[in-house]
């Protein structure tokens, strides 16, 4: 993107509600760092709000956006979309449910990871299909030796982070044993992280100046997730996370990119352009 391409997004007006919104989120958790007595209360309440604004950005243009199987990029769109009221729901259950109304500061596992779990399919099957699409455009221009070097990267990056993953989850546990229905989720979080990861990097790396602006948002989107999924492990790991954690800024953020994507869509839906 170049410098005026910048200026103009952050002239935008949805941009500018979207960063006011996110430093807003940075100085209520500065706030509740110094005021820990309130961070339950208070991350618990931004969580799900944040969360519906990208399902809430592309309600108004559903409708004309559609859904077809012939256009990938409307398959992938409403696959994040889906995603994304499936992560709301997950954190309506975890935060308003667990947390306010129950009291419970870390309710892992329950009924909440059946919906952080089943977020993960949609969205990794719609990047999958559209990245998939682009790959084949892309490939007659690619060498033998790009595709090699860029395969060799992403399963590495997908390994190395499911290791990483995983072995801060045991190391979580000291020791102790793992009860089944953790150690299953525990594998589950892994697997879905380290193949989002795959499409995540195989997309910067091969589709590179095919994407648009909405693939590259998600992207972004997915690859915040990640970050903040292997983060909390280590701070599990070593008793460091709590409530209010300025870590669950990435996750708040990856949110708020989703409602940019959404927003992109809309705007590519008025004016008419390609994807």
């Known amino acids: 993107m170049d410098k005026k391409g910048l200026l103009d997004l952050l002239r935008d007006p949805f941009y500018i509600q979207t960063i006011i919104i996110f430093v807003g989120c940075i100085a209520i958790y500065i706030y509740i760092n110094m005021n820990p007595v309130l961070a339950l209360a208070l991350s618990a309440i931004i969580y799900p709000a944040i969360a519906f604004i990208p399902v809430a950005t592309y309600i108004p243009n559903m409708r004309e956006i559609g859904v077809s199987w012939e256009d990938k990029f409307s398959v992938m769109i409403f696959s994040q979309w889906l995603g994304a009221i499936i992560w709301f729901i997950a954190e309506v259950i975890w935060c308003w449910y667990y947390n306010l109304y129950c009291g419970i500061e870390n309710p892992y596992p329950s009924v909440a990871d059946v919906f952080y779990v089943a977020a993960y399919i949609p969205v990794i099957v719609g990047l999958t299909i559209y990245v998939a699409v682009l790959y084949r455009i892309v490939r007659p221009e690619l060498s033998t ?80 997730v990640i970050v903040f999924n292997v983060g909390f492990a280590y701070l599990e790991a070593y008793d460091l996370y709590y409530d209010g954690h300025p870590i669950e800024l990435l996750d708040i953020l990856s949110y708020l990119v989703d409602a940019l994507a959404f927003y992109e869509v809309a705007k590519i839906t008025k004016s008419g352009e390609g994807t």
């Not at 860029?150 to 045991?170: E, Q």
């Not at 102790?176 to 299953?184: D, G, K, L, N, S």
């Not at 589950?188 to 997309?203: K, N, P, S, W």
């Open 145 to 224: 030796r790009d595709k090699i070097i860029s395969m060799v990267a992403i399963v590495c990056s997908g390994i190395i982070v499911g290791v990483l993953y995983w072995s801060m989850i045991v190391l979580s546990y000291m020791g102790e044993p793992i009860p089944p229905v953790e150690f299953a989720l525990n594998v589950t979080y892994v697997v879905l992280d380290a193949i989002l990861l795959v499409v995540v990097v195989f997309g910067f790396l091969v589709i590179r100046g095919m994407m648009g602006r909405v693939l590259t948002l998600f992207l972004i989107s997915s690859l915040l």
